[in-house]
């Protein structure tokens, strides 16, 4: 157990939908990270929040949004949802902005 | 051109084998981290070691070992002796600096071991 906590752990919707994932950090680490992982793409990095501020950005598409409120914990938004956004979706947490990462255990995202 | 790159997709072997999963990393920066993840069937990512550009020094833990060749841009990662709970995907990251000084990991596309009985 990597004490970082994701739910949903798995979520099932439509095309069009919006939806939220949740990520709780490890106690005491105050950057969290969120990925997508998928065949095609492989396990890309989407945001990066530090201490409640948004510090670096990947592919992350303009439909997705996330913040990390005052207690640390972050959320993902996902809306427009697409048959391709169906994926894995991991959430990391790390003490400052370049430690190791450790990782939830991941929402499963099914689009149909 | 990748930034990472496992080239081994699969590796299967039979257990107690020894095997060698490899990365070779490419980037201009000095300072940067390399990192393996192992990913077991149950989908978790689990973090296995993070090494700096500077310390070059290879190191063991138990079964797994690490060997980092800065001349080389690798940085490979051994199994000895190799159990089935071994199996999972191996993932090996770089980590170079943005432009808002964090430390952001491109991951390789992983190498599936499979160990068998």
């Known amino acids: 157990d990597s004490g970082v906590t994701q739910t949903p752990k798995h979520l099932i919707t439509a095309t069009g939908q919006r939806v939220t994932l949740r990520c709780s950090p490890r106690?005491?680490?105050?950057?969290v990270y969120w990925y997508q992982q998928s065949l095609d793409q492989g396990l890309q990095f989407l945001i990066q929040?530090?201490?409640?501020?948004?510090?670096a950005k990947g592919n992350i598409l303009e439909r997705f949004s996330a913040q990390q409120f005052p207690d640390l914990h972050s959320e993902l938004n996902l809306s427009s949802l697409e048959l391709g956004d169906s994926a894995l979706y991991f959430c990391?947490?790390?003490?400052?902005?370049?430690?190791?990462?450790?990782f939830g255990p991941g929402t499963r995202l099914t689009v149909l | 051109a990748q930034k990472v790159t496992q080239a081994q997709t699969e590796i299967s072997v039979v257990e107690k084998e020894d095997v060698t999963l490899d990365c070779v990393y490419e980037?201009?920066?000095?300072?940067?981290?390399l990192f393996w993840y192992k990913q077991p069937p149950s989908g978790e990512l689990v973090f296995l070691i993070r090494?700096?550009?500077?310390?070059?020094q290879n190191e063991i833990s138990g079964r797994y070992s690490w060997n980092f060749q800065k001349s080389t841009s690798s940085f490979n990662f051994t199994i000895t002796a190799s159990q089935v709970v071994d199996s999972a995907v191996y993932f090996c990251?770089?980590?170079?600096?943005?432009?808002?000084?964090?430390?952001?990991?491109?991951f390789g596309r992983g190498t599936s071991l499979i160990v068998h009985p």
């Open positions: 090494r700096n550009s500077f310390d070059e």
């Open positions: 929040y530090y201490n409640g501020e948004e510090r």
């Open positions: 990251a770089l980590s170079e600096a943005q432009a808002g000084g964090s430390y952001i990991p491109t």
């Open positions: 106690s005491g680490d105050l950057s």
């Open positions: 980037t201009r920066d000095t300072t940067y981290y």
């Open positions: 990391a947490s790390s003490v400052g902005t370049s430690d190791e990462q450790f």
